[in-house]
Structures are given as structure tokens and as C-alpha cells.
């Protein structure tokens, strides 16, 4: 088993409890490291033992700019659709941050991750 990871994807997107944070949106960032065997890639220098890095961005895309309340949900939506349209994935694990999250103070950002697997 190996790893393949896509850190630092960047997306303006319209996440938030409050109304105003699915308004006027926030900047956000996704981190998603998948566990796949791509032994026969490796060998044979041919993508299809392997997993797609834009078919798998493509999924992070899409489910980033459907506005959700919780970053929770949209984690959760990701990972199932990963699972379910990549067959070579065994696990995922996204993290998701908020960047300046409205809480009251001051706050870099806010972190949500999941692992699941099949």
C-alpha cells in the first residue's frame, strides 16, 4: 500500500453556520491523502494502476462549492465520493480548514478531518 496526497488546495467557497458565512464566503483548505496499491504503476509507468490526482482534485472541487453549513458534512461528502468513484482508493483522509472562522476572537483557522475507509 501507498499514499498519495494533494496538500494545499485553495478554494473560495461559501461554507458557514451563519448566513452571512454562505453569502459572502471564506477562503478554505483541503489536504486529502489516499491509501491505494499502485504497485503495477509503479512498474509499468502506466496511470491506470494508479489514482488519478486530477480526477481525484476534480471531486474536492465539486463538493467545494456546494454550500454547506457544517464543514463536517462537506468531509463526509468527499471521502463517499472518492470511495465510490475511485476504486483504488482503500481510505481517505481529508482535512479541512477555515480560514479566520468567525468565533469571537482571533483564530487562524479551523481544522475538521476524517478518515474512513472501506
Sequence with gaps: MGKIQLEGLRFKAYHGYYDEEREK????EVNISVT???????????????????LLYAI?????????????????????RVLR?????????????KFNPPIGGECR?????????R
Design 36 to 54: 491505494s496499491t499502485f504497485e503495477r504503476a509503479s512498474k509499468t509507468d502506466d496511470i491506470e494502476g494508479t489514482v488519478d490526482y486530477e
Design 85 to 97: 468513484e475511485i476504486p483504488a482508493v482503500e481510505d481517505v483522509e481529508i482535512r479541512l480548514s
Design 60 to 80: 474536492v472541487k465539486d463538493e467545494m462549492t456546494q454550500p454547506s453549513k457544517l464543514l463536517e458534512h462537506v468531509v463526509e461528502r468527499i471521502a463517499d
Design 109 to 117: 483557522a479551523a481544522t475538521v478531518s476524517l478518515k474512513k475507509g
Design 25 to 28: 464566503g471564506n477562503q478554505f
